[in-house]
């Protein structure tokens, strides 16, 4: 029997889609004139670990076995008392099939980043 998305459920596959969006389609959005949500909640790449391997309905013991990082060093990334670091990030998002980026800068505001650059 199906069950029915929590509140927090929803919430939950709504960051992540804002977190897998790429750049360009950001930017194409903000162009046809519609206006960005607010971010109402900073997220950690603790954060975003914990986000993308309960999406994927993974335990920390799973997530561990998928991509060879033992479940206490998960448990510590989650609770932000180990960092990620790029060498784990690649291996957490091949397991989590994420962009590295997504779990690393889950806060990268890419059209103000397009602006800075810009000048």
Request: glycine share 6%.
């Amino acid at each position: 029997m199906a069950s029915l998305a929590t509140p927090e459920t929803i919430l939950r596959w709504c960051t992540l889609a804002i977190l897998t969006t790429t750049g360009t389609e950001h930017l194409r959005y903000l162009s046809a004139g519609n206006v960005p949500a607010r971010v109402r909640v900073a997220l950690t790449p603790g954060d975003a670990v914990r986000v993308a391997r309960e999406l994927q309905e993974m335990t920390q013991a799973e997530l561990g076995a998928a991509c060879g990082i033992p479940q206490v060093t998960i448990s510590s990334i989650e609770s932000g008392r180990a960092t990620l670091g790029a060498e784990r990030a690649e291996n957490l998002a091949r397991a989590l099939k994420v962009h590295p980026a997504v779990l690393l800068w889950p806060n990268w505001d890419t059209a103000a980043e397009s602006r800075r650059a810009a000048g």
